[in-house]
């Protein structure tokens, strides 16, 4: 515990920072080399530290606030992880700038398991927030953990999606782990510790400042072997996912939308570099060689692309208008005008699509293909 104690001392230094603190251990080899160096030592040391750090380090209210900070965080059911942990992933330790701490709740072992992040706007489309859970589920259905920031739109899917499928899923905060942000999704941060765990590199009481997130975004791809985005604008916060996840040496893929969607222009403009472009889970674990999809998943009800046995069973007229049908919601006139049926047949059709499971009513009777 006091070796604890000392990397979280270091850590709350005030004018150290991130950068700071692993200059220090790395030359001094150890917090506890560091908090013993003198100040004309650590004037020398490589970063050139400022005086005013250099003056705090080892400083007894600094120690006494990382000593009421063990006592939170154990209170909360909170461990605190650092370097030489062993229960701290090798995947972030390897990264260019690993967190010096991790505050986690719930498993410890998920934060070394296989897995993959999902990404993408916080004002996602029904789209994009059905292609995102469709996809957790079956990542997590091929053993693969399924990394995410508990943000609206489609990480929450995300996790919603691996936690329905009874997988692990592990969320990364950009503030401090007794603090619940959003608030919309309390629920899901009660269940992730339960089947995975919740992650920060802040101390506890840290808001959710916006500049937290960018730096969060490195933990996120850090601890997955790739990143999915899956709907981003052009200057999403994803796309900053993206790229730390190519500087870290991890996969980057995406998921296509409409070429007219500005919800997925920078999903688009992703795939024009070079990412992979993902249709189904296949896309994602062939790459990675982990896994394959199981045999009967091509037609599991949750399978990302609508089964083709069902379709056998449908005459003309119906085939018709399924064939109008897209993965982005279509009004009733929408499918009137492209099939040149009356109104009347076209309402019985979507009826018999229904209650087939090949297609979906939405608010504002819009539909869609069945996911």
Known sequence: MAHLEDWLTLYLTPGLGPTGCRNLIDHFGSPTSVLKASRQTLMKAPGRPSKKACEAIGRQDIRDAAHLELARTAKAGISLLCWDDDNFPNRLLNIPDPPILLYVKGCLSSLCNPGVAIVGSRAASAYGLKMSEDLAKQLARSGLTVISGLALGIDAAAHRGTLAAGGTTIAVLGCGLDVIYPTQNRKLFEMIPKNGAIVSEYPMGTSPDGFRFPARNRIISGLGLGVVVVEATQKSGSLITANLALDQGREVYAVPGRADSIKSTGTHRLLQAGAKLVL????????????????????????????????????????????????????????????????????????????????????????????
């Open 280 to 371: 189904d889970v296949n896309d994602i674990t062939s790459e990675l060689l982990l896994s394959e999809k199981p045999a009967d998943q091509a037609t599991s009800p949750n399978s990302i692309n609508p089964g083709k046995d069902a379709r056998l069973d449908l005459d003309n007229e119906e085939k018709k208008i399924l064939d109008l049908l897209e993965v982005y919601p279509k009004t009733v006139d929408d499918v009137i005008v492209g099939s040149n049926l009356p109104v009347e047949k076209v309402n019985e059709l979507l009826l018999v699509l229904e209650l087939k499971g090949l297609c979906e009513v939405l608010p504002g009777r819009q539909y869609q293909i069945k996911q």
